[in-house]
């Protein structure tokens, strides 16, 4: 579909979105919001729409199913925290600030590695390049790529396993 068709599609189909979503989410601010939405996702396919039945099928079905969506939101956002629920909370922040200082411990490990080991692990790891890839930017073989690789996560798993046995 054409952004021209699209535009005068939309024309026809705003007032009908804007109903259902009124009646759907009975908050003119959040149906707003809901048209909106429902408009935006029928753009971003509006190449793939072939002709204005099919639009208004898909438009009803997107505008309910994003309603749907708000309104499980709703219920979900009422809950209080509970005693329960605040401990649940305070592990959360217990466990992400652990997450964090695991990352810091690994990039410093990383980072403590040997020059090339360090440089092949990355580009492995952070980059997803292949072996092959690897060797050819670095001028190497493959079969040094590997070995390297090898030797990196070695001294990482023995850096590792010092680091929990403390």
Known sequence: MKDSEFCRLVKQLRPVIAAVSLRLLD???EAEDNTQDTLLRMWTVRDRIDDDSSARALALVVC???GIS???CRKTGLVELTG???HLTERCAQWCMEEKENAEWLAESIDG???SQMTVLKMSQQE???NSEIAEILGIEEVTVRSTLSKARKALLAKLRDREGK
Do not use: H, W
């Open 70 to 72: 708000k309104l499980r």
């Open 27 to 29: 908050d003119r601010d």
């Open 128 to 130: 997803g390049l292949e």
């Open 84 to 86: 329960d629920l605040q």
């Open 113 to 115: 590695l040997p020059a």
């Open 64 to 66: 309910r199913n994003l």
